[in-house]
């Protein structure tokens, strides 16, 4: 069993690692509302943001984790007990940052999803080669992909209101 020590440690590092996404997640959904109202995405401050949270979620994801558990596990949407279920929700909004600062940075729906894609298999292929006591599964490639195309529709949406809110005529109100 764990020591209250490390137990603390980890909750204090969880905790700042939900405050960097949230900060990450916030930032990309102003960032792509203001590339919607001016139509010019963020060529510099989405993608900078995107490298924040490429190192955050590396971080997070190939630390040595708790060996218990299978190594690998190939069997999509099997979700043995409570705690696999919250993982997986957990696993897909730690994705949708990523699909805002795409948004923001001007991309479209495929490279989303193929950066998705491709960022969430080099984690779990890193997590199996390593054999740092996390489990490589497939059901955090869908759940991770899931999220970056749900932070892309997110912010997409953002992005439309804004252009129209920019679009629509502006209405004097005059004063009796």
């Given at each position: 069993?764990?020591?209250?020590?490390?137990?603390?440690?980890?909750?204090?590092?969880?905790?700042?690692?939900?405050?960097?996404?949230?900060?990450?997640?916030?930032?990309?959904?102003?960032?792509?509302?203001?590339?919607?109202?001016?139509?010019?995405?963020?060529?510099?401050?989405?993608?900078?943001?995107?490298?924040?949270?490429?190192?955050?979620?590396?971080?997070?994801?190939?630390?040595?984790g708790s060996g218990l558990g299978v190594r690998l596990n190939l069997?999509?949407?099997?979700?043995?007990?409570?705690?696999?279920?919250?993982?997986?929700?957990?696993?897909?909004?730690?994705?949708?940052?990523?699909?805002?600062?795409?948004?923001?940075?001007?991309?479209?729906?495929?490279?989303?999803?193929?950066?998705?894609?491709?960022?969430?298999?080099?984690?779990?292929?890193?997590?199996?080669?390593?054999?740092?006591?996390?489990?490589?599964?497939?059901?955090?490639?869908?759940?991770?992909?899931?999220?970056?195309?749900?932070?892309?529709?997110?912010?997409?949406?953002?992005?439309?209101?804004?252009?129209?809110?920019?679009?629509?005529?502006s209405v004097a109100i005059s004063r009796p």
């Amino acid at each position: 069993m764990r020591d209250a020590g490390a137990i603390m440690s980890s909750f204090a590092l969880n905790l700042l690692f939900a405050a960097t996404l949230s900060v990450l997640l916030v930032a990309g959904l102003v960032r792509a509302g203001v590339a919607g109202a001016t139509d010019r995405p963020s060529r510099l401050g989405a993608p900078l943001l995107a490298v924040v949270w490429a190192l955050a979620v590396g971080f997070m994801t190939l630390r040595p984790g708790s060996g218990l558990g299978v190594r690998l596990n190939l069997v999509p949407l099997l979700f043995d007990g409570p705690g696999s279920a919250v993982d997986a929700v957990l696993n897909l909004f730690v994705f949708v940052p990523l699909g805002v600062l795409l948004v923001a940075a001007g991309l479209r729906f495929a490279p989303t999803l193929l950066i998705g894609l491709g960022s969430t298999l080099a984690i779990e292929i890193t997590q199996y080669a390593t054999d740092a006591g996390r489990t490589a599964d497939i059901n955090d490639v869908i759940t991770n992909t899931a999220g970056a195309c749900l932070g892309w529709a997110v912010a997409w949406s953002v992005r439309a209101l804004a252009r129209r809110a920019a679009a629509a005529p502006s209405v004097a109100i005059s004063r009796p």
